[in-house]
């Protein structure tokens, strides 16, 4: 569901099978295909919900809200105190979807290139 290009899908299953902390992975499936799903990662009793993705299609039903209160209750029973997640400030669905759930904004960073 995400723009990840083919040749990197190894690479990336890789990376998620070699995590170390305690994680879950969420998934919402609809006749046969995911249509959500979203990573949850616990560490120093915090959760963080990463790549939460809903298939383009099915966006607007609160899959991904589904999918954030799931990892987060995840992370609850696993004696988390608190979660977080990292979003870019102009993906405006994704902050309207953490809006919704509580999430507010802590702090911004950004990257800087070498000139």
């Not at 992975?25 to 963080?48: D, M, P």
């Not at 209160?69 to 004696?79: D, E």
Request: glycine share 10%.
């Amino acid at each position: 569901m995400s723009a990840v290009s083919r040749m990197h899908i190894k690479t990336l299953q890789k990376i998620l099978m070699n995590i170390v902390p305690n994680h879950c992975f969420a998934a919402i499936k609809l006749n046969e295909s995911i249509v959500a799903c979203g990573l949850g990662v616990l560490q120093s009793g915090c959760v963080g919900s990463f790549d939460i993705i809903t298939d383009k299609e099915f966006r607007n039903r609160g899959y991904g809200q589904q999918i954030v209160k799931s990892i987060l209750g995840w992370g609850k029973q696993n004696k988390a105190q608190m979660g977080y997640l990292q979003v870019m400030l102009n993906n405006a669905p994704a902050l309207n979807l953490y809006g919704k759930i509580g999430f507010v904004e802590r702090y911004q960073y950004w990257y800087r290139l070498r000139s």
